[in-house]
């Protein structure tokens, strides 16, 4: 059981270390934040653009982060050796394998509530902003403290990564994902302190994107154990447009637009749904990484 | 098992690589069989491509074997319980690279099962015997071979093995960091530590090893150990293998 929440730590670190995981969150944060802040294609929906814009961060980088994550964790440890110290260690190549991906999973959460938190922060503050506008008569804005808090999470971790590698050789990136992963925990706590009904309504979709996301990642693990990175990735992309087509059922934007949400008992029923894929998947890495030759 | 069997014994293993199409392409080991014992040193020599790091990988349950048995502590390489007793340092330094040296030892005392506190001070002190404390909390991708080589090794011990695989163990080390390893390893053998160390340097092999078996072509060329050879190292290797090597430089030194 140590080992392999050895291997699950260590790979979350490897994916959360990753200068693509922070550039993906930044433009994931970007979308989130910035994207509903240009009134001028709200259409008078701002909260609808804001939670439109902050979903689809989620899903798109979500996506990105959770394939070339898993990809590139899966093909380093192959192409650089690393597996062979691994595996001349008490731990099965199956062990090993279901630990990797957890751990590339352990690491798409992190960059999820991220980007999660990030957008209810943005969606607070355009209902915020429609309510002042409602009273003055004025054009719906994302409400100011929430705007500053959304350019904060973008900004502010660049900052104390730079200082925090500067002066204690703490890793750049690294910090600065966990500085985001902070930042944006307090601003939606905030923000889910002034709604209560903020978190229950958008925890559900949120957990469906989230499902989607382990069955893409499972595959992109089984893909990148038999084959090379270019090959693993064109594989988990024709998964993702042969997937693409049934995302509407998993987004529900509709039902959040009318003011509700998505039940838990259809997320319940969308991950029943999901995890016999993300289990052969899985099954089917672990006959891989077995059977291959380790050189 | 007792304390005067074989730790591993290799029975007519083959190894053939095979491309895309399984179509055969090297023979990479033919027909080896060897034992190594608890508590000696055991060095695999060879020149280059004479299939040492593929057995030592067959042993480590790496690579499967084409043909033949391979056994560790009388187990399957592949067993974790057979694992849990050795420890390896690989031909080139495998570190990740985005892991400081203290959670390089951290992550390896994980593998091996050690407790958290435990796995805390054997860190340290594996650290402090490389010499790797001042450095233990710089990512290894910054380091020199060197450096990254002290690490491996520091991780290869940290399971406290009882046998010690070692693929080309002074491989890019300086000659005091090379002294070091070598007298490391013997210190590590008097304590009654089993190593089977692969190496194309024969100083370094006669240095360190009772006993060698030369490779040449994945087949034994000839076995013995060092004390009863009745010449030097480097010329019983020769005789056995010959000096043309791979290069003929005659021709141009002329």
């Known amino acids: 059981m140590r080992s392999f929440a050895s291997v699950v730590k260590a790979t979350a670190l490897e994916v959360l270390s990753e200068p693509l995981t922070l550039l993906v969150?930044?433009?994931?944060?970007?979308?989130?934040?910035?994207?509903?802040?240009?009134?001028?294609?709200?259409?008078?929906?701002?909260?609808?653009?804001?939670?439109?814009?902050?979903?689809?961060?989620?899903?798109?980088?979500?996506?990105?982060?959770?394939?070339?994550?898993?990809?590139?964790?899966?093909?380093?440890?192959?192409?650089?050796?690393?597996?062979?110290?691994?595996?001349?260690?008490?731990?099965?190549?199956?062990?090993?394998?279901?630990?990797?991906?957890?751990?590339?999973?352990?690491?798409?959460l992190v960059f999820a509530a991220t980007v999660l938190c990030t957008a209810l922060d943005v969606i607070e503050g355009a209902r915020?902003?429609?309510?002042?506008?409602?009273?003055?008569?004025?054009?719906?804005?994302?409400y100011?403290?929430?705007?500053?808090?959304?350019?904060?999470?973008?900004?502010?971790?660049?900052?104390?990564?730079?200082?925090?590698?500067?002066?204690?050789?703490?890793?750049?990136?690294?910090?600065?994902?966990?500085?985001?992963?902070?930042?944006?925990?307090?601003?939606?706590?905030?923000?889910?302190?002034?709604?209560?009904?903020?978190l229950p309504r958008h925890l559900p979709p949120a957990a469906l994107l989230v499902v989607l996301a382990a069955v893409f990642l499972s595959a992109s693990a089984a893909l990148a154990v038999r084959f090379r990175a270019n090959a693993a990735a064109a594989g988990a992309g024709a998964l993702f447009a042969l997937f693409l087509p049934f995302v509407g059922n998993y987004y529900m934007s509709d039902a959040l637009a009318n003011g509700g949400s998505v039940h838990w008992g259809y997320v319940g029923l969308a991950a029943l749904a999901a995890a016999p894929a993300a289990l052969a998947f899985l099954v089917v890495g672990m006959r891989f990484i077995g059977e291959r030759d380790v050189s | 098992m007792n304390e005067t069997e074989d730790v591993v014994v290799l029975?007519?293993?083959?190894?053939?690589?095979?491309?895309?199409?399984?179509?055969?392409?090297?023979?990479?080991?033919?027909?080896?069989?060897?034992?190594?014992?608890?508590?000696?040193?055991?060095?695999?020599?060879?020149?280059?491509?004479?299939?040492?790091?593929?057995?030592?990988?067959?042993?480590l349950g790496l690579l499967s074997p084409s043909a033949g048995k391979v056994s560790l502590f009388g187990l399957s390489p592949r067993s974790i319980e057979?694992?849990?007793?050795?420890?390896?340092?690989?031909?080139?330094?495998?570190?990740?690279?985005?892991?400081?040296?203290?959670?390089?030892?951290?992550?390896?005392?994980?593998?091996?099962?050690?407790?958290?506190?435990?796995?805390?001070?054997?860190?340290r002190q594996l650290l402090e015997m490389t010499g790797l404390s001042a450095v233990a909390s710089r990512t290894v991708g910054g380091f020199s071979k060197g450096m990254a080589r002290r690490v491996a090794l520091a991780s290869a011990l940290i399971g406290r093995p009882e046998l010690l695989v070692l693929d080309e163990p002074t491989s890019g080390l300086d000659p005091i960091s090379t002294k070091e390893v070598k007298t490391l390893v013997k210190a590590l053998a008097s304590g009654g530590m089993t190593v089977l160390m692969t190496s194309h340097l024969l100083a370094d092999a006669e240095d360190i090893c009772d006993r060698v078996m030369i490779l040449d072509g994945g087949k034994s060329a000839a076995e013995g150990r060092i004390d009863e050879l009745g010449t030097s190292l480097e010329a019983f290797f020769l005789a056995k293998v010959g000096d043309a090597g791979d290069f003929r430089l005659a021709p141009f030194l002329s």
């Not at chain 1, 915020?128 to 994302?142: E, N, P, Y």
């Not at chain 2, 033919?30 to 004479?50: A, H, K």
Request: with cysteine; aromatic share 10%; glycine share 10%.
């Open chain 1, 25 to 108: 969150l930044l433009a994931a944060l970007a979308l989130s934040v910035l994207a509903p802040t240009f009134h001028y294609h709200q259409f008078g929906e701002a909260t609808r653009m804001a939670r439109d814009s902050g979903f689809s961060a989620l899903f798109v980088c979500g996506t990105v982060v959770s394939v070339f994550g898993t990809i590139r964790a899966f093909r380093r440890e192959i192409e650089s050796g690393t597996i062979q110290m691994a595996l001349a260690h008490p731990i099965s190549r199956g062990g090993f394998f279901l630990a990797k991906a957890l751990g590339a999973f352990a690491a798409y």
């Open chain 1, 128 to 142: 915020i902003g429609g309510v002042i506008a409602a009273r003055t008569g004025d054009i719906a804005r994302l």
């Open chain 2, 11 to 59: 029975s007519d293993v083959r190894k053939t690589f095979r491309d895309f199409w399984l179509r055969p392409t090297v023979n990479a080991v033919d027909g080896l069989s060897l034992s190594v014992r608890r508590g000696e040193v055991f060095g695999l020599l060879g020149p280059n491509g004479s299939g040492k790091s593929t057995t030592i990988k067959m042993i």
């Open chain 2, 82 to 123: 057979a694992r849990r007793r050795l420890g390896y340092l690989p031909e080139l330094s495998y570190l990740h690279p985005f892991l400081t040296a203290k959670e390089t030892l951290l992550y390896y005392a994980g593998l091996c099962g050690l407790a958290r506190g435990e796995a805390k001070e054997r860190a």
């Open chain 1, 144 to 198: 100011g403290p929430c705007l500053a808090a959304g350019v904060a999470v973008m900004l502010v971790p660049l900052v104390v990564g730079a200082v925090l590698n500067r002066f204690l050789r703490f890793r750049f990136v690294l910090s600065s994902m966990t500085t985001a992963f902070v930042l944006s925990l307090v601003a939606a706590g905030a923000c889910a302190a002034l709604d209560r009904g903020l």
